[in-house]
């Protein structure tokens, strides 16, 4: 055992003196997260964690029960760190600020519009039908999307309250327990009872529960920053990899052999060897933009146990990298092809759900999309118990690559290697 | 001249012996631009992502998703209780719908329809989603909600004499409001504001461009690793003995590499006419003087960047790592108008900006010579400076 500790040092010594390798397996990912962290507005403070302060204005022209209701819904407690209301008398001023990107929308209410639902107690009667207008921004697709939704949400209300009356005096009449004379009255009745009803009111009852624990608030670089470091450990592996070919090359690796050590105990040695490298670096790494951007990664045990098990999933490729290919020149080339496909698959360069889904399905033999899966799930509070199936899917990984490789190496020989 | 097309030559074959070369020539950049062009522009939906668990499968339960769908601001999914549970708890989703197993028309009907609705804490997704599925719940529930009502006001003025007479009545107020519903005018009127967009965003165009740029500089700043490699091998000593200048000698480099990466980008650019459907524009000559401009910029930086790097192992990391930053700050990889406003003037310094900006004017803006002669300057200015740098510090040994 004494032995694949001294192996996996000499190697972990040798990697770390290596200015060439330090370039890419810190300086690179560090550079990348810090010009990512930029890009992104992370250190200007204009990068955005949720969708809150929806800029909307509201032109009130109506005045009315209606408009008066709508208006109190939008400046209610209940929206106030959704939407930013803003009331204007002036429609074409408004629209100004939606043309200038400045508002979401501008949500227009026409004089009348109240009396145009509302029939005048007296007579019954409606004035002319009259719409709101909802001035959208396209450039806001969601913002907009969100105002449209809680505006619709006031117009179903409302116009449940008007059939209401509407149904319940026909129906009256119909079984006789009204005269028509009253219909106008009673209908009118109902719809202002109607309107004042909380907006919530429905048949089907909406039971809140909300989650125990403080809010999270996602930071882009949580996101970013595991994506560079997953991706410049596949450069660390291959590197890894590639120093048993070398090795060969040099014949430290024959003279290794003909010492009272096993093949198997070299081998396991030099995977050790890529492991504890890989571990290195993620954790310099974690530490490094821990202090630096006051980053917060997550749920300490949970982190370790990721940082073991993605370090044992990349740790697999290299070994497999080295163990199929035959010269250094090859490991370096295709090491790198692989660490900038595998980052792309996994991940680290845009959100993988906005990519396609056959990309989404064939980024899982990635360590990357495993690694990021967990990073992002610790970075947002959860805990070792919500990591388990990217633990488990790197660890198996790194176990059927390594069976794979040492199958391999076993055929071919470690000497030829 | 002879001289310069034996370096030219002898760099070639060089860099080429090994087939893998290959991989960074062609293969990678084709599969990054062919899979980035579907992942980098706007979220096709961009609607809050809300998890339904449907346990009551009833027509009610139906409805009620289909109304999300239909939903602005939310997008549902529906997926298993144990899926929901994990990502609420990893909070990897703002709200969770569980539609129980007794959601049906009857306890609609009774009035005792539940739903349930997780929320993250102080999240304003949540929020939104309430809002959404409340909405949602409003139109599938109005009609029995005004049958309902309409009970309730009837046995105000006189009490049902028996629950039959109740339901007849409920069944009846239910189909008039259901027609009335149906026939409701409309009340609201979107109209789209005319703001511009700040973001000229194709993602075909812009993945192509982005792409070509990133792996043509990151070969060309990889010349550093060629002047390494024969300062450390000590075949650029060996020149010295030969009547060839220093000049000669690192242009015969840089002239080989900057027409091979002309070739590479004459082949991406085929690539992105033939494949993915880019229209280069009508003006040939803007687009020869963009290539032409960048490809010199890159290479003249990888020779600057040569005379600082002792190995070649060094050159090699330093060539991918300033090549990808330099790609992702130019707007190579995201547009650049999403960038803070300070880091859009910033990142003039990097030629990457310059190269990306003056070809997205001849394949977005279908501008000309006359449009994109500035950027091209500029990536002149940038290879004249690289090179008189290079040439100043560089050494045999």
């Known amino acids: 055992m004494r032995k694949l500790f001294l192996i996996a040092l000499k190697d972990l010594r040798l990697i770390f003196r290596d200015r060439s390798a330090l370039i890419l397996m810190l300086v690179a990912p560090f550079v990348l997260t810090l010009g990512m962290g930029a890009v992104t507005g992370r250190f200007s403070g204009s990068s955005t964690s949720g969708i809150r302060d929806i800029p909307v204005t509201i032109v009130n022209l109506d005045n009315g029960q209606l408009g008066n209701a709508l208006v109190e819904m939008f400046t209610s407690a209940d929206l106030a760190d959704l939407v930013e209301p803003v009331l204007l008398s002036d429609l074409d001023a408004a629209k100004i600020l939606v043309d200038e990107d400045e508002s979401a929308a501008v949500i227009f209410i026409p004089e009348g519009f109240s009396a ?54 026909r129906q009256m009449i119909e079984n006789g327990l009204i005269e028509t004379s009253q219909a106008a009255v009673l209908g009118a009745t109902i719809g202002r009872e109607m309107s004042n009803v909380s907006m919530a009111r429905s048949s089907i009852t909406i039971n809140d529960i909300t989650a125990s624990g403080e809010a999270v608030e996602f930071d882009i670089l949580s996101y970013m920053a595991p994506g560079m470091a997953l991706m410049f450990l596949m450069f660390t592996v291959a590197y890894g990899g590639r120093s048993l070919i070398v090795e060969n090359r040099q014949s430290t690796l024959p003279r290794m052999l003909v010492t009272p050590t096993s093949s198997t105990l070299i081998l396991g040695g030099k995977v050790f060897g890529i492991f ?77 759900s906005n990519l396609p889904t056959w990309v989404q399905f064939l980024s899982r033999i990635t360590p990357n999309a495993w690694g990021m899966d967990g990073f992002t799930t610790l970075a947002l509070g959860g805990t070792l118990k919500n990591i388990l199936t990217p633990v488990a899917a790197l660890t198996g990984m790194g176990i059927v690559l390594f069976t794979i490789s040492a199958l391999w190496i076993t055929r071919h020989g470690l000497s030829r290697k | 001249m002879k001289r310069l097309m034996a370096i030219m030559l002898k760099d070639n074959l060089i860099r080429f012996t090994s087939p893998l070369e290959w991989l960074f020539f062609l293969i990678l950049p084709v599969i990054f631009t062919f899979i980035l062009s579907g992942g980098t522009g706007e979220a096709s939906d961009s609607r809050i992502l809300l998890y339904v668990v449907d346990q009551a499968q009833s027509s009610l339960s139906i409805s009620l998703i289909s109304e999300l769908e239909r939903s602005t601001s ?81 046995s105000k003025i006189k009490p049902f004499s028996s629950e039959s007479a109740r339901q007849v009545f409920f069944d009846q107020a239910l189909a008039t409001a259901q027609d009335l519903m149906n026939s409701a005018p409309r009340r609201v009127v979107e109209i789209k504001g005319v703001t511009p967009d700040p973001v000229s965003y194709d993602p075909r165009a812009n993945s192509s461009l982005g792409q070509m740029i990133t792996w043509v500089f990151i070969p060309l700043i990889g010349l550093s690793a060629m002047f ?7 075949t650029l000593r060996r020149i010295l003995v030969t009547p060839t200048s220093k000049a000669t000698i690192i242009a015969g480099t840089v002239i080989g590499q900057v ?124 290879a004249l400076v690289f090179f008189v740098i290079g040439v100043w510090r560089f050494k045999y040994e």
């Not at chain 1, 990721?306 to 250094?328: R, S």
């Not at chain 2, 390494?228 to 000590?234: L, N, V």
């Open chain 1, 276 to 352: 504890l490298t890989a571990v290195a670096q993620l954790l310099i790494l974690i530490g490094g933009t821990s202090l630096l951007f006051r980053l917060y990664w997550g749920d300490l045990l949970g982190l370790i146990v990721l940082v073991m098990t993605a370090a044992i999933g990349a740790t697999g490729w290299g070994v497999l990298l080295a163990a199929v290919l035959n010269t250094p020149g090859q490991v370096a080339t295709v090491g790198s092809a692989v660490m900038l496909i595998f980052g792309l698959l996994g991940g680290s360069f845009f959100d993988l």
């Open chain 1, 116 to 169: 145009s639902i509302i029939p005048d107690p007296a007579t019954g009667s409606l004035s002319e039908h009259i719409e709101i207008e909802f001035y959208s921004n396209p450039t806001r697709p969601t913002s907009a999307g969100i105002l449209k939704t809680i505006l619709d949400q006031f117009i179903s209300q409302v116009e449940i309250a008007r059939i209401s009356g509407e149904v319940a005096v």
């Open chain 2, 228 to 234: 390494a490699m024969e300062r450390q091998a000590g």
């Open chain 2, 259 to 382: 027409l091979t990466a002309l070739v590479q980008m004459v082949i991406l650019i085929l690539f992105g006419i033939f494949v993915m459907k880019i229209n280069w524009g009508e003006s040939p000559l803007a687009v020869a003087l963009m290539i032409t401009s960048s490809a010199l910029a890159a290479g003249a930086l990888g020779t600057m960047l040569g005379t600082f790097v002792k190995t070649e192992g060094q050159a090699n990391g330093l060539s991918i790592m300033v090549g990808m930053v330099m790609a992702m700050m130019g707007g190579c990889w995201y547009p650049i108008e999403l960038f803070p406003a300070v880091i859009r003037n910033i990142v003039k310094i990097f030629p990457t900006t310059w190269a990306m900006q003056g070809m997205l004017d001849i394949v977005t803006r279908g501008q000309g010579v006359s449009g994109v002669w500035l950027e091209a300057a500029v990536l002149f200015g940038f």
């Open chain 2, 74 to 154: 939310v997008k549902p999914e529906v997926t298993s209780l144990n899926n929901a549970q994990s990502a609420f708890e990893s909070r990897k989703v703002s709200a969770v719908l569980v539609l129980p197993e007794d959601l049906s028309m009857q306890t609609l009907q009774a009035g005792n329809a539940e739903v349930e609705l997780w929320q993250q804490p102080s999240n304003t997704n949540a929020l939104i989603a309430r809002q959404g599925i409340q909405a949602a719940v409003n139109r599938v529930s109005s009609s029995v909600d005004i049958a309902n009502i309409s009970v309730n006001q009837a």
